[in-house]
Nanobody, 123 residues
Framework: QVQLVESGGGLVEPGGSLRLSCAAS????????LSWFRQALGREREFVAA????????YYSTSVKGRFSVSRDTANNTAYLQMTSLTPADTAVYYC????????????????WGQGTQVTVSS
């Protein structure tokens, strides 16, 4: 199974920005969907954003649309989540996940997951 390695999390003040990275171990990485999910303490895991790998088409939850941007670098087998205008409500563990199907926002449909990276937004 493909290994996904995340990086880029940390502590940011409200209004700040972070870029998360998700690197795949495969020589050639071609999922159908690469999605980002997050889980805040004591809350359910929720969908954040997704990119269809072959086309680059993007999807976003209503809570992050306009603030977050998902992208992928196919040559380097890496996906990114650029987060701006961060608020304390964005504090969560963020996960990337790869799927062979086009269901972008249901976590049970994803076959490979990163280890998660903590994002904390606080003053």
């Amino acid at each position: 199974q493909v290994q996904l390695v995340e990086s880029g999390g940390g502590l940011v003040e409200p209004g700040g920005s972070l870029r998360l990275s998700c690197a795949a171990s495969e020589r050639t990485f071609s999922p159908y969907t690469l999605s980002w999910f997050r889980q805040a303490l004591g809350r359910e895991r929720e969908f954040v954003a997704a990119v269809i790998w072959h086309s680059g088409k993007e999807y976003y939850s209503t809570s992050v649309k306009g603030r977050f941007s998902v992208s992928r670098d196919t040559a380097n087998n890496t996906a990114y989540l650029q987060m701006t205008s961060l608020t304390p409500a964005d504090t969560a563990v963020y996960y990337c996940a790869a799927s062979s199907a086009g269901i972008v926002n249901v976590h049970e449909h994803f076959q490979s997951w990163g280890q998660g990276t903590q994002v904390t937004v606080s003053s």
